[in-house]
């Protein structure tokens, strides 16, 4: 039976503080054995019991307390060797300088301290920053965090919306979710895509042949939503342009509903992108006309003509990034088809009954023609596996993006 993963959740006094009882929960919920360390300020806003009765553990406060934490440790040093992956969420501006400074005067900076180079560098320290607007935005501030992150700590930028102080701006912690994706890319060794930037097309398009019908399909939105969030977890500054879809998007997603616009939506954001992942199911046809009003007519006889093909704008652009295409389509011949006539990268052919669907059962394809068929697997897990993929390729490839480059 394997080993549980075991998480270090360290806890700032920010407001954000109780944010971090929810990500317990799904650190808890994951199967993870999580030991959490309180600054004073923490304590102060959120107490003790509650990350007590949710983690199952004693909870490390003081630099040398009475108990042991767990009871087998012997001091804070184990504290910072034993834990697979060590979370500061949230981490004012007051534990960022502290680190970047070797500064040491409670519990918590004691152990960050403690942390083995080789684990910071292999990005198993997670930074989650909350902190006033005004705050982050400070020069200081981006100097320690610019100044961490070369040694290899990883950050998860905060939000931009309402702050707790009632301004609007970039400072809210990022969600628990988006940061129990985050460590599980980091325990599964997703490379390190910080500063890379992601486009990624999902869900369906809709034609319309009346102010009431449309043509379409049965795209969810589910894999493009899930590659998102994988290279989002995995670094990346992510871009989403989403059709229609059954899922719930981010907010600050691209939306569109003709092949057309996403057409226009991609192309406009070329320059910007250095990899671009092409997950959506455009609708290939469109009624040639449109009735301005609902079709009522007892027999009906439709002519159709071709929507854009948003991958051959793509491979005859200017600024063309790194692309991995989807093909849907029982027939692998024609993903070989479309990677010979568009050559992107990459193609991932998945048969038409994972519309929809949770799963996907790929053959993953590569620009030489080489053919890689996987097991069928739930689509967040492929996601993980495409982000791996990606970044093998996308290392060796000198070339990157035309316009700009990001080596990993």
């Not at 290899?152 to 309402?162: A, H, K, L, V």
């Not at 469109?286 to 301005?292: D, F, G, I, L």
């Amino acid at each position: 039976m394997a080993k549980p993963v075991e998480i270090l959740l360290g806890v700032t006094g920010s407001i954000a503080a109780y944010k971090s009882l929810e990500l317990l929960r799904l650190f808890r919920k994951k199967g993870w054995n999580v030991t959490v360390v309180l600054t004073r300020s923490a304590a102060k806003l959120t107490g003790i019991d509650s990350f007590r009765a949710l983690s199952g553990r004693e909870v490390g406060l003081d630099l040398f307390p009475k108990y042991r934490i767990p009871h087998d440790s012997i001091h804070h040093i184990d504290l910072a060797v034993q834990p697979d992956l060590t979370v500061i969420a949230p981490a004012t501006a007051n534990i960022i300088g502290k680190l970047a400074h070797g500064i040491a005067d409670d519990l918590l900076s004691t152990i960050l301290l403690a942390i083995p180079s080789e684990k910071v560098s292999s990005g198993r320290v997670l930074i989650a920053p909350a902190m006033n607007s005004n705050m982050w935005l400070n020069p200081i501030v981006q100097e320690n965090i610019r100044r961490l992150a070369a040694f290899g700590y990883r950050f998860i930028n905060p939000e931009t919306g309402e702050l707790a102080c009632g301004m609007v701006g970039t400072g809210r912690m990022a969600s628990p979710e988006l940061i129990l994706e985050t460590c599980c890319a980091c325990l599964t060794q997703l490379p390190d895509f910080t500063g890379v930037r992601v486009l990624v097309t999902t869900g369906r398009t809709e034609e319309p042949l009346d102010p009431v019908r449309v043509i379409t399909n049965r795209s969810s939105g589910i894999m493009g939503l899930e590659i998102a969030k994988a290279f989002k977890a995995a670094g990346s500054t992510v871009k989403l342009i989403a059709g229609e879809v059954t899922v719930q998007l981010p907010p600050d997603a691209i939306r569109v509903r003709t092949t057309a616009e996403m057409a226009t939506a991609v192309e406009n954001r070329l320059p910007e992108t250095d990899i671009l992942v092409m997950c959506a199911a455009v609708a290939d046809y469109q009624p040639v006309k449109t009735a301005r009003a609902k079709l009522h007519a007892p027999n009906l006889t439709v002519a159709f003509r071709r929507t854009p093909d948003i991958l051959k704008i793509v491979s005859s652009a200017k600024y063309r990034p790194f692309t991995v295409a989807f093909s849907q389509d029982d027939s692998v011949k024609m993903a070989h088809k479309k990677l010979r006539e568009k050559q992107p990268e990459l193609i991932v052919a998945n048969p038409v009954k994972t519309a929809g669907s949770s799963t996907i059962r790929p053959v993953i394809i590569y620009r030489s023609g080489k053919t890689r068929r996987l097991q069928e697997m739930s689509k967040t897990d492929f996601a993980r596996e495409l982000v791996k993929i990606v970044g093998t390729i996308y290392r060796s490839n000198k070339k990157g993006n035309t316009n700009h480059v990001h080596p990993l």
